[in-house]
């Protein structure tokens, strides 16, 4: 099934394209790190589970440093970020 839109491909708003193709550089970037980033999430779990017992103090200024916080949250988004390209990528290969 051809894509309804591909009639339009070549008159589409300029900064719209490169604005696309910023999307994609942005994944070739973000996914040389993506295993770090699964690992850091991972880590940051895994210390809501035993951090705790294994080092009361660390836990305590783990769970208390707002800039560990806003890293938390900057990489859930960009695996988010990853996963949603990845699925539209299989979809564009797919088709």
């Given at each position: 099934?051809?894509?309804p839109a591909e009639k339009y491909r070549n008159s589409v708003d300029p900064d719209h394209e490169i604005a696309m193709q910023s999307i994609g550089?942005?994944?070739q970037i973000m996914q040389q790190h993506a295993a770090h980033f699964e690992r850091f999430i991972k880590a940051r779990q895994r210390m809501?589970?035993?951090g705790h017992?294994?080092?009361p103090s660390l836990y305590r200024d783990v769970i208390n440093s707002r800039s560990l916080?806003?890293?938390v949250?900057?990489?859930q988004a960009a695996m988010t970020f990853?996963?949603?390209?990845?699925k539209v990528a299989a979809e564009v290969v797919a088709s």
């Open positions: 099934m051809s894509d550089f942005a994944r809501d589970s035993v017992i294994l080092d916080a806003q890293q949250e900057l990489v990853l996963r949603a390209i990845e």
